[in-house]
T-cell receptor
Framework: DTAVSQTPKYLVTQMGNDKSIKCEQN?????MYWYKQDSKKFLKIMFS???????INETVPNRFSPKSPDKAHLNLHINSLELGDSAVYFC??????????????FGPGTRLTVL | QKEVEQDPGPLSVPEGAIVSLNCTYS??????FMWYRQYSRKGPELLMY????GNKEDGRFTAQVDKSSKYISLFIRDSQPSDSATYLC???????????FGSGTKLNVKP
């Protein structure tokens, strides 16, 4: 069984469109994350939720809005997509908030291409 | 200046070689240091983590942390073609679940 799953795996869309990426974890973890990995493989945290509560919100355009309907799900909605949003988006989860003692488990990634 | 610096490589070595991967960082508050392996078109997976300074060994992998120099290393002994991947270092402080990643070093182990 997949621990952290994301849909869709690939997403190709036009500039200006609105799209969503879904993430689910079946590990019973309390904390979930969204990361963006650019073409140079640089992985940067965007958001983190603990028990459905937003705890990290990095300097991300407000076109990006995470939503956590329950602690097993963290979705990412992106409005008015721009060319610079093209990247691979990874969802991850961890048990708690104990920094490095909590292993993060990553999903397979969603490759977003904005044309 | 980025919080974490990592040479992107690529690093190409013959099978059986000892590989040394390194990261430097600027934030002295970092306490937890991790190495992730990422295969092409896959998500990162945790290889090892260490707390504060010192060494940790797990099979063919050894992680070293030198907090005085703000320098961490991952050594891979007897490297295998299956080790070919991008290796990302990551680190965090005590109070946050916020991880700072290096940009990754691409490793190619040739048979």
């Amino acid at each position: 069984d997949t621990a952290v799953s994301q849909t869709p795996k690939y997403l190709v869309t036009q500039m200006g469109n609105d799209k969503s990426i879904k993430c689910e974890q079946n590990l019973g973890h309390d904390t979930m994350y969204w990361y963006k990995q650019d073409s140079k493989k640089f992985l940067k945290i965007m958001f983190s939720y603990n028990n459905k509560e937003l705890i990290i919100n990095e300097t991300v355009p407000n076109r990006f809005s995470p939503k956590s309907p329950d602690k097993a799900h963290l979705n990412l909605h992106i409005n008015s997509l721009e060319l610079g949003d093209s990247a691979v988006y990874f969802c991850a989860s961890s048990q708690g908030l104990a920094g490095g003692t909590d292993t993060q488990y990553f999903g397979p990634g969603t490759r977003l291409t904005v044309l | 200046q980025k919080e974490v610096e990592q040479d992107p490589g690529p690093l190409s070595v013959p099978e059986g070689a000892i590989v040394s991967l390194n990261c430097t960082y600027s934030n002295s508050a970092f306490q937890y240091f991790m190495w992730y392996r990422q295969y092409s078109r896959k998500g990162p997976e945790l290889l090892m983590y260490t707390y504060s300074s010192g060494n940790k060994e797990d099979g063919r992998f050894t992680a070293q942390v030198d907090k005085s120099s703000k320098y961490i290393s991952l050594f891979i002994r007897d490297s295998q073609p299956s080790d070919s991947a991008t290796y990302l270092c990551a680190m965090s402080g005590n109070n946050f679940n916020k991880f700072y990643f290096g940009s990754g070093t691409k490793l190619n182990v040739k048979p």
